[in-house]
């Protein structure tokens, strides 16, 4: 898997790229629009992505209560059902990212996104609004996982191989900005629509991507490769237009780059080096304390999340702030990332993150506490049925019967918009950033590659168990924890991860080591500035 790449797309330094572009190879106006087209037409894939995260918002409280299905018949899920939906997707996602490695290999880059991503998105939307049970629709969360996996990882490779290095970094930010966009598209057509609908909207934009796909061109790098030169020659005509002289020259340095890394022998072994060893468990502590703050958990659970706090905001709507905050997000993150250092960056989201969860969690105590002591309940006591007291409140929440007048009504929408977008701003974007700049390029792709696998892994242990601890130690108590998580990250982060912005490779490198005026391993690093944002 190549997923490594996608540090390159986000921390290219197009400015300083293009000055030491060849002679001839700057992008001129056409090259510049047809790479925007490429670029675009493969990240509609993206958007898929980002409506499969943000389809549980709108839906788990309608499935939670009970809703027909497209047979007409009912169906309702427990909350331990309801945290399979969300949290398989993750798993998915891990077994899609290893997949995505062998198929981009083997298949190319293009096909990859048609055959293993977007026909497995066709599928598993069909599985979710054709499924008469919960089981079906965890099949279908399944196959959404592998597809955003593969997706993550195709499209990454195919922008940095089909992108001039001048326009890496602005193609790169798509990536993000349509899985913002599908996010919020989603929170705004499941506000109308119900939880089949909303799958089988989602199977219609799967199938009406199908011919963006199909007018890109394949990869040149990748087709070099495969030894298809002519092909290549013919898909660097669509993405440049220059003359031949030019792309000759393009062609012969994709194989000088081809042959330099079939030389290198990458391994996983090389991690457990000492100069690499220290800033990969940094980079790996920064990825677990994000996925334990429970970022994705306030995408899954959105609406349910509003709905049990006592927002005075219609939950549709105030999933739709979220949704929007969440995009903006990404303009303005690229903005302050180039302004500010990163650790100050780091450090004031993980803070800003953790004081939003802490004031999220006071709402959900001030209007949950009420129906314990209502209910005669305490937080540990089970009822009949087995579950508990935070089951009661949001199960009465979701039949329709009225919550305690909460006197802050408006804080559950302000700490949760809060929160995404301190997160999204701050961590979320920089932490790809900095993983770049602490890690020997060398070891960058396989270490990428672990970390994303990783985040997987502690993204779905992360939302098969918030079920669960919102029934031990109720709603409150969670995102408490949550809250209390991140600023333990936010001190951690302060303490081992070091200031990156600006400095050199050789800077960076003498900050893990206990003798720092050791000569650096990796001399033709030296003193040379990082190709990252700056």
């Not at 309702?76 to 490695?101: K, P």
């Not at 219609?204 to 061109?217: E, F, G, K, N, R």
């Not at 220059?242 to 194989?255: A, F, G, T, V, Y």
């Not at 206990?514 to 040379?528: A, F, G, S, W």
Request: neutral net charge.
């Amino acid at each position: 898997m190549e997923e490594g790449e996608r540090t390159e797309i986000v921390g290219g330094n197009d400015q300083e790229g293009s000055r030491n572009l060849p002679r001839g190879m700057e992008s001129t106006r056409y090259s510049r629009k047809k790479q925007i087209i490429a670029a675009f037409c493969a990240t509609l894939t993206c958007i898929l992505n980002g409506c499969v995260i943000g389809y549980t918002g709108p839906t788990l409280p309608a499935l939670l209560m009970s809703s027909k299905t497209i047979y007409s018949g009912d169906i309702r899920i427990n909350w331990q059902q309801a945290s399979w939906i969300t949290s398989i997707l993750s798993f998915g996602c891990f077994v899609g990212c290893l997949a995505a490695g062998p198929f981009m290999e083997k298949l190319g880059r293009k096909k990859t996104l048609v055959w293993g991503s977007l026909t497995t998105y066709i599928l598993g939307f069909a599985f979710i609004f054709l499924a008469p049970s919960a089981e079906v629709i965890y099949v279908g969360r399944f196959l959404n996982g592998v597809a955003y996996g593969v997706v993550l990882s195709a499209v990454s490779v195919y922008i940095v191989e089909i992108a001039t290095i001048d326009m890496r970094g602005f193609l790169g930010c798509f990536v993000q900005f349509q899985g913002s966009f599908g996010v919020l598209l989603t929170f705004c057509i499941g506000s109308v629509l119900t939880w089949w609908q909303l799958a089988l909207a989602h199977f219609v934009a799967s199938v009406s991507t199908l011919p963006a796909l199909c007018i890109i061109p394949e990869s040149p790098r990748w087709l070099i490769m495969k030894g298809n030169e002519w092909q290549a020659e013919v898909a660097l005509k669509w993405l440049r237009g220059r003359n031949p002289q030019s792309l000759d020259s393009e062609i012969e340095q994709m194989k000088k780059e081809i042959a330099i890394r079939k030389r290198e022998r990458i391994s996983i072994n090389l991690l457990l080096k000492p100069e690499t060893a220290k800033p990969f468990l940094v980079c790996m502590m920064m990825m677990l304390f994000l996925q334990l703050t429970g970022f994705n958990v306030v995408v899954f659970y959105c609406e349910t999340i509003f709905m049990v706090s006592g927002s005075s905001v219609n939950p549709n709507i105030a999933s739709i702030i979220v949704g929007a905050v969440l995009l903006g997000s990404c303009f303005i993150s690229l903005g302050v990332v180039s302004q500010l250092g990163r650790k100050v960056m780091l450090v004031v989201s993980m803070l800003g993150m953790g004081i939003c969860q802490f004031v999220l969690g006071g709402c959900l105590h001030m209007n949950t506490y009420p129906l314990y002591q209502q209910n005669n309940l305490t937080l540990h006591q089970t009822n009949m049925t087995g579950t508990t007291a935070a089951s009661d409140v949001s199960s009465a929440l979701s039949m329709g019967e009225e919550a305690p007048s909460n006197p802050v009504g408006f804080l559950p929408v302000l700490a949760m918009v809060g929160f995404l977008f301190m997160g999204n701003v701050g961590y979320g974007t920089l932490i790809w950033v900095v993983t770049a700049e602490l890690l020997p390029p060398k070891v960058r792709s396989v270490a990428n590659s672990v970390i994303i696998c990783f985040a997987f892994v502690t993204g779905f242990f992360v939302a098969k168990t918030f079920a669960d601890l919102k029934d031990s130690i109720g709603y409150d108590g969670t995102f408490f924890l949550y809250g209390g998580i991140a600023i333990l990250g936010a001190i951690m982060t302060f303490i081992f991860v070091p200031e990156t912005r600006n400095k050199s490779f050789e800077e960076i490198q003498m900050h893990f080591r206990p003798n720092r005026t050791k000569v650096p391993l990796d001399e033709p690093q030296r003193m040379q500035p990082l190709e990252t944002v700056s």
